[in-house]
């Protein structure tokens, strides 16, 4: 059984460990108590800028400060008569007092910073593309690496307030409306206004996205009178941009953000901050909104810090909020407040396991850095999680059923299945039952009114299925594998028509694995190397080169040894006999293979790739990787309900 709970990120107290003999007790959960109160700087905070992983503030004086994961303050050389500044994940630009703007490149390899000729600028905009707001309310564009020389937006004046989230940057205007556009082409042109949208004087821009040439965006705003309404812009490239309702947050929460003055998205996170007289109101992914305690005299906002009235900084959430905590690993690390784990599951966000005696738990997401229980679920033999941006888990029941979060309400769905013996997660998911017959389901249709599930006939001998629709592959006992299409076809009234798998036999030796991502599919074979088929697009076939062509079977160039195998988003990695773990074929590693993990790192089952999990032979939980947004689960990254100071700041 599964309740909706997801447990609380915020309770400091770790969920007790599983008693298992054998088992290594949970790792317990340090539990930081930073302060609220601090004595006023002596050079005042005048305006504050954070990310994903940085924080800025420029002081009074003009010199810029800035923390990062390890909450270690240090200033920014070489500018001290900054009046502005907007920080992205790559760039960080500047409004300085007389000399236009700054850009500075913020990356792993940084560039010499790059002048910027704006006339009279006041605020600045670092994004795609970037821009700053004139004396004259008008508005400058440019390219940092690519058309540095700014280029005046004709047609839009009057502009008052800059925002955006890499897939559209939007201009309000002092009439209330707003303009975006979509282009790297800064021509005047690529500016357009949004119907539907009036009467605003203050907004946000949040998550989005983009589907080749089609994209989406969330978005709120203050209108005149206090009320704060939300909206979905969507749009094709180029073309008109339309506005649409958001579904979220509900209606009760906007209603706790009357009289904002200033609101705050962030592209990364669903949730929503409002400054409201001094007191910071968030509305977090759920839709419930509170009123963050001891803070009353905030006078800006991002989506998790503020400045106070008196100049310092405090911060909340469990981000970049100047508390150290571990950026990476290059090694796993043990998870926080878990332990008997049986199964994990490596989402692009969360990550989910299931102990032994049954219990779910899940730890990142921006949500929380240790593992937390899910109310109420006892039942559970093993989880699945695809590699799409749907960050939803399926669970294998003890009792053979499967049990799915929904994509839209979070809510535990029972699929209506019986006796499954193996669950795929793709981009969407595939049942095995016992008897061998198949069932199929797109994941963002979980909970879904139009639900539909689709049955495919048994395979005859399969005992292990991977893959999807257009491309499936199957090994029998004898490790022979076939791969084909799964004889399916998208019917009109809402469902897929399967007939029999066209299946073919593949020429390699017996395998004792695959892995299917997309339509390129490996095999870990008896002897320990790693055959792969298919596309090559980002060098998936591990053979040094990328490229269109549709190949047959062959060798990763120069792998042996190799014990597991698993398909990433693109690529594949292989976890070989001395416990290291190599991958290839993503778009970060292009056509090298790369060793991700040294020798000795695994002893046991792992999931992911770059970012991953393996399951230790003592039953423990361990990660590696980035620890965005808590993903570790190392209990290095607190949520912190509570506002609190900055050190430093």
Same mark, same amino acid.
């Given at each position: ?57 420029? $002081? ?57 000729? #704006?006339? =009279? ?15 004259? +309310? ?21 502009? @008052? ?12 205007? #002092? ?38 040439? =089609? ?52 592209? =990364? ?49 469990? $981000? ?100 499954? #013996? ?40 399969? @005992?292990?299925?991977?893959? +999807? ?7 029998? =006992? ?56 298919? +596309? ?24 042996? +040894? ?88």
């Amino acid at each position: 059984m599964l309740c909706a709970c997801r447990g609380s990120a915020s309770t400091p107290a770790a969920p007790p460990p599983t008693a298992d003999a054998g088992s290594a007790a949970a790792p317990a959960l340090p539990i930081p108590k930073p302060a609220f109160e601090g004595p006023p700087p002596a050079d005042p905070v005048a305006a504050l800028e954070t990310t994903a992983t940085l924080g800025c503030v420029v $002081r009074a004086s003009g010199h810029v400060d800035c923390w990062d994961r390890s909450g270690e303050v240090t200033r920014v050389p070489d500018l001290d008569d900054v009046v502005a500044l907007h920080d992205s994940t790559y760039e960080r630009c500047v409004v300085r007092r007389a000399s236009g703007v700054t850009c500075l490149d913020t990356g792993n390899d940084p560039e010499p910073p790059v002048h910027i000729a #704006v006339k =009279d600028p006041i605020a600045v905009y670092s994004g795609y593309p970037s821009c700053a707001i004139r004396a004259d +309310h008008r508005v400058a564009c440019w390219d940092r690496e690519h058309a540095p020389k700014p280029r005046l937006a004709a047609k839009l004046r009057g502009v @008052v307030g800059l925002a955006g989230n890499g897939y559209l940057t939007c201009a309000l205007r #002092v009439d209330g409306h707003l303009s975006c556009t979509d282009e790297l082409d800064l021509a005047p042109t690529a500016w357009r206004e949004v119907a539907d949208l009036s009467r605003m004087h203050a907004f946000a821009i949040g998550d989005g996205g983009a589907d080749n040439d =089609d994209f989406y965006t969330n978005g709120c705003a203050v209108l005149d009178g206090g009320d704060v309404q939300c909206f979905a812009l969507a749009g094709h490239a180029g073309k008109a941009i339309r506005a649409g309702t958001g579904d979220y947050p509900p209606p009760a929460a906007l209603a706790a953000l009357h009289g904002a003055t200033a609101l705050a998205m962030d592209p =990364d996170v669903h949730g929503l901050v409002a400054l409201v007289g001094g007191h910071v109101v968030v509305v977090d992914a759920d839709g419930a909104a509170r009123t963050l305690p001891d803070l009353a005299d905030a006078t800006a906002i991002t989506f998790d810090c503020a400045v106070r009235a008196q100049g310092s900084v405090v911060c909340w959430g469990g $981000r970049a909020n100047g508390q150290p905590y571990l950026a990476s690993s290059a090694k796993p690390v043990p998870v926080v407040g878990v332990a008997g784990v049986t199964s994990i599951a490596v989402g692009k966000h969360e990550t989910w396991a299931v102990t032994r005696d049954g219990r779910a738990v899940h730890w990142g997401g921006f949500a929380t850095g240790w593992a937390v229980s899910m109310t109420d679920s006892h039942d559970l033999a093993s989880v699945q999680i695809g590699p799409s941006t749907i960050d939803e888990p399926c669970f294998v029941r003890k009792t053979g059923g499967v049990t799915c979060l929904s994509y839209r309400t979070h809510q535990p769905t029972d699929m209506g299945v019986a006796h499954v #013996v193996e669950l795929v997660a793709g981009d969407d998911y595939l049942a095995r039952q016992v008897d061998g017959a198949l069932r199929y389901w797109m994941n963002i249709e979980i909970g879904e009114p139009d639900f539909a599930m689709t049955e495919l006939p048994a395979i005859p001998g399969a @005992v292990e299925i991977e893959g +999807h629709l257009a491309m499936l592959c199957t090994r029998d =006992d004898f490790g022979r594998v076939q791969c084909g299409d799964s004889g399916c076809a998208w019917d009109k009234p809402g469902h897929w028509k399967c007939g029999a798998p066209k299946l073919a036999r593949i020429a390699i030796d017996p395998a004792r694995e695959l892995a299917v991502n997309h339509y390129t599919a490996c095999a870990r074979l008896a002897s320990g190397e790693v055959w792969c088929w298919g +596309h090559n697009e980002f060098g998936e076939l591990g053979r040094g080169s990328a490229d269109k062509n549709v190949s047959p079977p062959g060798p990763v160039t120069g792998l042996a +040894h190799a014990t597991g195998l698993r398909a990433t988003d693109p690529g594949f990695c292989a976890s070989l006999a001395d416990g290291s773990l190599t991958c290839w074929g993503t778009r970060e590693l292009a056509k090298q293979r790369t060793q991700m993990l040294p020798p000795g790192s695994l002893d046991g089952p792992w999931f992911g790739g770059a970012d991953g999990c393996t399951i230790r032979r003592d039953g423990l939980a361990a990660c590696w990787g980035d620890n965005k947004g808590g993903r570790l689960g190392d209990g290095s990254i607190v949520k912190l309900d509570s506002p609190a100071a900055v050190p430093g700041l």
